[in-house]
């Protein structure tokens, strides 16, 4: 995996893509994964704190999404434990403000490859429609995609991206927070363990 975390971090595939961003950003490859983790965070790509930062989820994102896992930032970022690993590995850009899509050239490129891997994955917590379309298969948007969780549990855990963005769509589906949120930290904890 060394090898492979090295080319990686080395991918220059998008720089002519995020050149011609807003931002005008050169690739910078974020992801945290060691062969022994038994937790992978699966989300869409890094944001542009994420990109200065060079670590996965520091953001007020990454605070929900720690609430939302009961793990506190030691645990989340010990890659021993928990990997991290975006559909993209970059920081897309934006286009009118708003973050471009992760460009899907990432996701051929590496995905099968770092997911092979992981071999003592337990849990793959899939953080936004991304994710659960590459690794559950599922057509449908994320909330029908989250409303069926108990239908991927208990390998898989569909959620919706942490972000602010997301605060409405958290009041109008409460269920979310009674019902998989306690079964999410319940299997966290089980993994992790």
């Known amino acids: 995996m060394h090898q492979l975390l090295a080319d990686i971090r080395a991918c220059r595939l998008c720089a002519e ?10 690739p910078r490859p974020v ?10 965070i699966a989300g869409q790509a890094p944001g542009m704190k994420v990109h200065h930062s060079g670590l996965p989820f520091t953001d ?9 896992l009961g793990v506190d930032a030691e645990t989340f970022y010990d890659e021993t434990r928990v990997a991290i690993v975006p559909m993209a590995f970059c920081f897309p850009g934006y286009r009118k403000g708003s973050d471009l899509p992760p460009p899907p050239i ?3 490129t590496w995905r099968q490859q770092v997911i092979d891997a992981l071999p003592d994955v337990r849990l793959t917590v899939l953080v936004g429609g991304y994710a659960q379309k590459w690794h559950l298969g599922v057509k449908g948007g994320v909330t029908e995609t989250v409303a069926c969780w108990r239908d991927f549990s208990p390998a898989a855990l569909p959620l919706p991206h942490p972000s602010w963005r997301n605060t409405a769509w958290l009041k109008r589906n409460p269920w979310f927070e009674a019902e998989l949120l306690p079964v999410l930290r319940t299997r966290v904890a089980e993994v992790l363990a």
């Open 17 to 26: 893509r995020f050149a011609a961003t807003e931002t005008e950003h050169a």
């Open 106 to 108: 990432c996701a051929r």
């Open 60 to 68: 007020p994102s990454g605070d929900r999404l720690r609430d939302w």
């Open 31 to 40: 992801l945290r994964a060691r062969p022994s983790a038994r937790l992978l």
